[in-house]
C-alpha cells in the first residue's frame, strides 16, 4: 500500500529566504505526485503534480517540485517566500489506475517578516 | 465557471444523532471524493464516487456512507455520531480521478459533535 511522509510538521523561515518542504512516499508501483496548499479555512488547492516526464516540476506561485525515484522523494521547493505563502502544505500521491488519493500529514510554512 | 460547492459549512450535532453533508462538483466533472480532516490524523480517504458508483473506500466504519446522484451531486452520511467524527470533511471533484485529473476542492464541512 503507498503512504507519504512529510518529515517536517512546521517549518518557520524568513521572509525572502529560501524554502524546501520535504516528502516521502512509499509504493510497490507506478505513483503520481502531488502538492497542495491550503490556506486558513479553506480547501486545499493543487500547487503542482508529477505524471511522467521532466523531473523536474514547476508550479503555480513560484513553487517547483523534483521527482527522485531513487531515494523516492518528491521536496518542494521555492527560492524566495512571502508572508503570503504561510499555510499549511500537503504532499499526495496516489498509484497507477488507482481511484485513491493518499495524503502526508501536512507541513505548517510560516513565513516571518 | 464556479468551483465545488459544499453544504452546510458548519454543523453542530450531538453524539447519536446522524448527519448529511451535501458537495456539488464542477459542472462536468463525474469523480467525486471525500476526506476527513482531523488535526490528530490529517487527511484521511472516505470514499470516491464515479457515475453514480463507489469505486473505493477508505478505512472508515459502516456508519459513513456516501451516494452519488445521476448529476454527479453526492452526500456523504454519517449516523450514530461519535465525538471522535468532530473534522472538517472536504469534497473533491474531477474529470477522472483514475487518470490523474487535477481534483478541485471545496471549502467543506465543519462538523463539531457535542
Known amino acids: 500500500a503507498q503512504s507519504v511522509t512529510q518529515l517536517d510538521s512546521q517549518v518557520p523561515v524568513f521572509e525572502e529566504a529560501p524554502v524546501e518542504l520535504r516528502c516521502n512516499y512509499s509504493?510497490?508501483?507506478?505513483?503520481?505526485l502531488f502538492w497542495y496548499v491550503q490556506y486558513p479555512n479553506q480547501g486545499l488547492q493543487l500547487l503542482l503534480k508529477?505524471?511522467?516526464?521532466?523531473?523536474l516540476v514547476k508550479g503555480i506561485n513560484g513553487f517547483e517540485a523534483e521527482f527522485n525515484k531513487s531515494q523516492t522523494s518528491f521536496h518542494l521547493r521555492k527560492p524566495s517566500v512571502h508572508i503570503s505563502d504561510t499555510a499549511e502544505y500537503f504532499c499526495?500521491?496516489?498509484?497507477?489506475?488507482?481511484?485513491?488519493?493518499?495524503f502526508g500529514a501536512g507541513t505548517r510554512l510560516f513565513v516571518k517578516a | 465557471k464556479a468551483g465545488v460547492t459544499q453544504t452546510p459549512r458548519y454543523l453542530i450535532k450531538t453524539r447519536g444523532q446522524q448527519v448529511t453533508l451535501s458537495c456539488s462538483p464542477i459542472?462536468?466533472?463525474?469523480?467525486v471524493s471525500w476526506y476527513q480532516q482531523t488535526p490528530g490524523q490529517g487527511l484521511q480517504f472516505l470514499f470516491e464516487?464515479?457515475?453514480?458508483?463507489?469505486?473505493n473506500k477508505g478505512n472508515f466504519p459502516g456508519r459513513f456512507s456516501g451516494r452519488q446522484f445521476s448529476n454527479s451531486r453526492s452526500e456523504m452520511n454519517v449516523s450514530t455520531l461519535e465525538l471522535g467524527d468532530s473534522a472538517l470533511y472536504l469534497c473533491?471533484?474531477?474529470?477522472?480521478?483514475?487518470?490523474?485529473?487535477?481534483?478541485?476542492f471545496g471549502p467543506g464541512t465543519r462538523l463539531t459533535v457535542l
Open positions: 473533491a471533484s474531477s474529470l477522472e480521478l483514475a487518470k490523474h485529473d487535477t481534483q478541485y
Open positions: 509504493s510497490s508501483v507506478s505513483v503520481y
Open positions: 508529477y505524471l511522467s516526464g521532466s523531473t
Open positions: 499526495a500521491v496516489s498509484e497507477a489506475g488507482g481511484f485513491k488519493t493518499i
Open positions: 459542472s462536468g466533472h463525474r469523480s
Open positions: 464516487y464515479f457515475s453514480e458508483t463507489q469505486r
